[in-house]
């Protein structure tokens, strides 16, 4: 194996029960809606290098309404959301803003945002002694899909989720981790 395996401590799970929780209770009457989705986690992309992460995450989040006081940058939607690896890897959550642009049939939904991770503070490849930890406890989080209406209330969006600290909160490594996966979006 190339890499260290980290368990998942107690503390995390706790951390991230929480975090569902404040989901579940964050769906106040400016909620628009929630999403749900299943994602590969630690996808190999040209933004990212290996971290000897891998498998399935799991995604919830809930966006609110646009805020009119933005719209001098199009009024962008704000997001919470966690994910959560079901194999013990790297968990995350997160807010941000998002922009929907209708395109005819067919969206697309950049964002933008901070999330918190439990991932490693240090992590070494035994191998290649090159740091994959992630760098900051705090990271970026751009992400974009392409959507579509199902029904009046549901939407089906392929997307592109990327943390990384961006070389700006430690810039000697930036490996990050992309996930890629489908979710649904149930208009509230």
């Not at 891998?54 to 939607?77: C, K, M, T, W, Y």
């Not at 968990?91 to 929907?100: H, I, P, T, V």
Request: aromatic share 10%; proline share 6%.
């Amino acid at each position: 194996m190339l890499y260290e395996i980290y368990p998942v401590k107690a503390c995390s799970m706790r951390f991230y029960a929480s975090v569902f929780g404040a989901l579940v209770f964050a769906v106040p009457a400016q909620a628009e809606e929630v999403y749900g989705g299943v994602y590969a986690h630690a996808v190999d992309t040209p933004f990212t290098f290996d971290t000897g992460e891998g498998g399935v995450s799991v995604q919830a989040g809930v966006r609110f309404e646009p805020v009119e006081a933005l719209s001098i940058i199009g009024s962008p939607q704000p997001y919470i959301f966690a994910s959560a690896n079901l194999d013990g890897d790297t968990n995350f959550a997160g807010a941000g803003l998002s922009w929907k642009v209708d395109l005819g049939p067919v969206y697309i939904r950049p964002g933008v945002g901070l999330v918190i991770h439990d991932a490693p503070s240090v992590r070494v490849d035994p191998v290649t002694r090159i740091r994959t930890d992630l760098g900051s406890r705090v990271l970026f989080e751009p992400e974009i899909a392409i959507g579509a209406r199902v029904s009046q209330r549901v939407s089906v969006e392929a997307s592109w989720v990327h943390i990384s600290n961006a070389q700006i909160f430690d810039s000697d490594q930036n490996p990050g981790i992309d996930t890629i996966g489908v979710r649904v979006n149930l208009a509230l």
